[in-house]
């Protein structure tokens, strides 16, 4: 149905950084899956990791994700210019990123 995933910075200084990939196949899209595995990652950086941000890429086209991630505290941050290929045709992506200060 989906997948998530959460790389934590290794380097001492970004050490309280983690980045957030996500996916959900498109069967399966629309049922809440999404938030589902965003809320228990998300978990996992708070309670767990005390990472302070998250950071995830998406393309602006996608609506419906650019929303979810911002339901749940992602602010855009700025744009990557020609940073995906998609379609066969080189995109922008937004850089989205969620602080928990201390």
């Given at each position: 149905m989906g997948s998530?995933?959460?790389h934590v910075k290794s380097v001492p200084r970004v050490r309280h950084v983690g980045g957030v990939g996500i996916m959900?196949?498109?069967d399966f899209q629309?049922?809440?899956i999404g938030r589902q595995l965003m809320n228990a990652v998300l978990d996992l950086a708070d309670n767990w990791l005390h990472l302070v941000r998250v950071?995830?890429?998406v393309l602006p086209q996608n609506k419906k994700a650019v929303q979810l991630y911002?339901?749940?505290g992602f602010e855009v941050e700025g744009t990557l210019k020609y940073a995906h290929?998609?379609?066969g045709n080189y995109a922008d992506l937004l850089i989205m990123?969620?602080?928990k200060h201390k």
């Open positions: 998530v995933g959460l959900v196949h498109t629309g049922r809440g950071e995830l890429t911002s339901s749940l290929l998609y379609q990123g969620r602080y």
